[in-house]
Structure formats: C-alpha cells, structure tokens
C-alpha cells in the first residue's frame, strides 16, 4: 500500500517530506532579500482584541553588562537586568520590540546614569513613535564592608534598581531602589528573656532573624544621589546590618549591637521614615520592610510612605520577594 507523503518528515519508503526543513547555513541576507521581508507594522486591521491603547509593552530582563560609577569615581561593570516599555496607541498593532534592545545597546559602553537614561528614553520615543517611555536596571551592587572591632574587609552585595520613566509632557521621573539586609532582634522577647533570667534564674534568648527594608525614592530635579548615599542612611537608621567578614570578636560585637537596638518591624519603618525624610535630594519615597520571624511561621511586615500628595503610597504587597 503506497504510503502518503509527509509535510514535515520522511515517510515509510523513502518518501521525501513536501517541505524542506534543512538550514542552510551559506545563504546570505542581502538589501534586496531583506526588502522582501513582510513587515506586521505594515498590516492593516491586524490588532486582535478591543482598540484601546495599552499603558506599557516592551521587553523584560534584558541582561548585558553595563558600567556604573561608585561615589569614588571608581567603575564597576555589572551584570544587570534591563526592562524597557513604551506606551502603544489604541488600533496599532504592536512595537518593534528589537528597536528598544537596538537603541540600548547604543549606549552600552558608556557609564549609566540617570542623564543616560533620559536619552535612551527619548530616543525610544522618536524611533518607536511613543508618547511614553520607561526603563528599569536591575543589578547587584557591591561595596566594602569593614567588620565591626577585627578590621576584616569583605564585599557586601546590595539590589538596585534605578527607573527611568518619561511622560507625554517630557517630564522625566528618576525612581531609586535599594534593598538593605539587617538583623532584627524582638523587644518584647528581649524582655521575657531577661525576665526569665531575673526570676527564675533561666537562661533565655530573644528571638531574632535576618530582615530586609526594600527603599524606593523619588530623586529631586536636578540632585544626585549616590547609591552609597541610600547605604548609609539605612545603616544609620537600622545600625544592625548584617556582616560579611566575622572573628568571634565581630561576632560578640554584632551580638552586642543586636542588644542596642532592638526593634519591631514598626520601628524598622518609622527609624528609616526619620532618616530619609531628612535628606532634600529625596521628594518622596516608601518603605517595605519584611522580619522573617524565627519564633512563627510568617513574617512580620509594614509598609510606610513619606505622604506626598499624588506621590508614591504604601501599597506594597509582593513581600515574597523580600525573603533573604
């Protein structure tokens, strides 16, 4: 019985398929082959769905290494995560979504910075024909740490982001994301602990567990600032960030310190509210702070903005992502 040819592989026989799947590796793509090539842009009535305009659609963690200047003037290239959108009018298909990667890449070997930014930004809305744009770096930012009484220098790790959006009007928003690693001790099983010893002679310790503050800022026009800038005033609001390079006398310190300045995650939220609401180069900012219990089995959380009017508000609830 004769067997019927297949689309895509040989059929019982020898049957060739009816269509070739070979790669050929030696066909070069020249002006008038890729003047050929159809383009959706090009479609008419081709948007599927209601016609309306969407808000963002773009491309998401992107990743190339790019260039960051520390407050030292040292460089650091790191590898980050790029996210681009623009804004799509109602009844047009879609974007050149290799247009937003192509006008990055660009600027990739110069050093980032908020102005940078700014340029791809409008440079995505004159190639792309949008009346929005927004772009957020993602990547893990390195600074010394010096341990607190030995002198051991070790490499703390932080997450940053830095987003970019600029609007129909031009206005250009500069957003800072910083996330800080502490360690939180609990008031009040500080106190039953040391009640515990007092009376009965028992030797208890209060719970404690690492804890992560997640800040966002809104930068103020035409003020920079440092990424070291948002370390410091975390640490200087929390004192007990975790460590990288311990000897037992780092580790007693650490315990000591840990003893200083017990906290509810609640204080956590109005120690760094108090310190960021004192620096001017920051308009608005809101703060997430997650204490990963020791003694339940959930986390304690609060969540605190700096209450500007139609500025950012404490709506936060991807908490999840403040496990460390």
Known sequence: MKKNPMYLHEAPGGVPPLINRAFDARFKSTAAYRATLPDMMDAVNAAAGASVPIQQVGCANFRLPLKFRARGGSI??????????????????????????????????????????????????RQIGSFEARIKLSFSYPMRQTSLRSGLVGWQYYRVAFEGTLNRAGQFSRIVEFDFVYSSTCPCSAELAEHARSTRGAYATPHAQRSKARVRVVLANNRALAIEDLQRHCAK????ETQVMVKREDEQAFAELNGAHIKFVEDAARLLYQELAGDSRIVDFQVACSHLESLHSHDAVSVICKGVKGGLKADFSDFESLVC
Do not use: C, W
Request: proline share 2%.
């Open 237 to 240: 609001a929390l004192k007990t």
């Open 76 to 125: 650091h290239t790191l590898e980050t995560s790029v996210t681009g959108t623009v804004s799509l009018e109602a009844g047009l298909k879609g974007i050149n979504m290799g247009r937003i990667m192509r006008s990055f890449y660009e600027h990739q070997d110069e050093v980032f910075s908020f102005p940078v930014l700014r340029r791809v930004l409008a440079k995505y809305q």
